[in-house]
C-alpha cells in the first residue's frame, strides 16, 4: 500500500508516468476528449499533461484563467509538519516530485524558486512539539533537520529571527508564482492543441442514454467523453450537475503583496510573526499564516499595521510599500482532504477539488490522465474519492 511504504521505484513510476502501482479499469470505451470547467492552477496543469498525451482538450474558463483561489494563494510546494496521516503526507511529497518533473520538462520556464523553508519557534513550549514534528517527520523520510540560531542567519541572513528555541530547515520544498505558472501551462497546453475558451461558464451536460454526449456552455455545447470539474469553490454547484455531491467548507485567507523589492529572501520564510516568500519577479507575499491570515479583513489599515509588525522579523518591510492586499478562499473539502475522481457508478465525469491545489496540481494532472486516459485506478487516490461524500 502507498500508504504504508513508499518505494524509490513506485514514486519515480508515478511521477515518469511509465506506469503506476494500481488496478486496471476493466471497462469503457477509449477516452478522446475532455472538458475541464475551471482555468486556475488545476485545470492549467490538466490542459497540459492531456494535451501532452494527444487527447482533445478545451478549457472553459468562467472569468478569465487564474482568476480564482490560485490568484489569491501563497503556493508554497510543500508535504510539511500539517500534512497528516502518512497516506496525505505522501501524496504531498509526491506532489514536490511531480513539480520536480514539470521544472525538467520545462527548464527555465517556470516562475518557481526552490530552496526549501525555514521555520522557528521562540516559546518553549511550542518548540519542544516543533522538535517533536520535524523527528516525526524525518521519520518518514522527509529531507528535514533542526538548525541553531546560526545555520538560520546563514540560510536567511537578511532576516532578524529573534530569539530562536528551535529551527528546522525542510530542504525540499519550493514556491511558484500560482498566476504566471497557470498562464504558462495555458500556452503550453494551447501549443500541443487544447483550446481554452473564456469568459464562458460550464451550464449543464447534455446526456444520452445516461452517457454525457456534450458540455453545455454559455458559448455553446462541446462534444466530450469526459468532463473534469475544476471549479474550485464552485466545484460544488458545477459538480452537482451531473448528481455529485461535494461538500466544501468555507476558508478564507488574507495576504500582503509588496511591488517587486531587491532580493532579501532566498527561501519560505515561516515565523513566530509572519510568513512570508519572495517571488521570482522580488515580489514579496506574506501573511500571519502561509495560507494567509484566517480572518477576512482585507483592510488597508490592517494590512498595514501587519507589516509594520511583520518588519521586527524583515526590516526590508519598514521599506516597501504595499501593492496589493487580497483576500482568497481555499477549496476546503469539509473533512479537509482533497476530493479527486470518478464518482460512483459514473466513467464521465471526473472531479478534482483540494487544498493545498498548488503543491498537488501537477501530481493530480499525471493521475488524472492514467486514470482518464489508461483505465488505471491510482492507489495513492484511494483514501480522496468522491465516494465518500456520494454512497
Ligand atoms: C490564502 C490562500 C493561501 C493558500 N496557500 C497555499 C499554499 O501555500 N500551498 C498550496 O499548495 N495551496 C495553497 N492554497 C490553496 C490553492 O491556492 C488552491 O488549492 C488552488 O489554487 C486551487 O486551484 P483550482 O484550479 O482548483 O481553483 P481556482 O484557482 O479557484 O480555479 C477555479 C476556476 O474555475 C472557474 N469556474 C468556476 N465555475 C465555473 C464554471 N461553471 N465554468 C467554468 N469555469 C468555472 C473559476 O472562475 C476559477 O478560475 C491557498 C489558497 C488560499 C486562498
Known sequence: MMGRHLDRRTLL?????????????????????VVIAGGGIIGANLAYRFAKRGASVTVVERTKPASGATANSFAWI????SKQPLSYFNLNRLG?????????ELPGDLPLRWGGSVEWYGDEARAKAFREEVRHHQGWAYPTHLIDDAALRALEPHVEPGRVAAAAHAELEGSVDPVRVTELLLERAKSAGARVSYPSA?????ERNGKLRAVKTTAGEIEADVLIVACGTDTPRVAALAGVR??????PGVLVHTP??????????LSPVVHMKQKPDGRIVCGSGFGGSPTNDASREAAE???????????AFARTSIEKVTLGYRPLPQDEFPIIGFPPAR????VTVMHSGVTLSPLVAHLAVLEILDGVEAEPLAPYRPARFNT
Open 260 to 269: 517587486p523589492q531587491p532580493r532579501v529572501l532566498e527561501r519560505v520564510v
Open 246 to 251: 461535494v461538500p466544501l467548507k468555507e476558508s
Open 78 to 81: 510543500n508535504s510539511t509538519y
Open 96 to 104: 514536490i516530485e511531480a513539480w520536480q518533473q514539470l521544472d525538467r
Open 347 to 350: 466513467r464521465d465525469v471526473y
Open 305 to 315: 499595521q501587519f507589516l509594520s509588525k511583520a518588519s521586527q522579523v524583515l526590516p
Open 202 to 206: 460550464v451550464t449543464g451536460l447534455d
Open 13 to 33: 513510476q508515478l511521477i515518469g508516468g511509465v506506469a503506476v502501482a494500481g488496478v486496471p479499469r476493466m471497462s469503457g470505451a477509449a477516452v478522446e476528449s
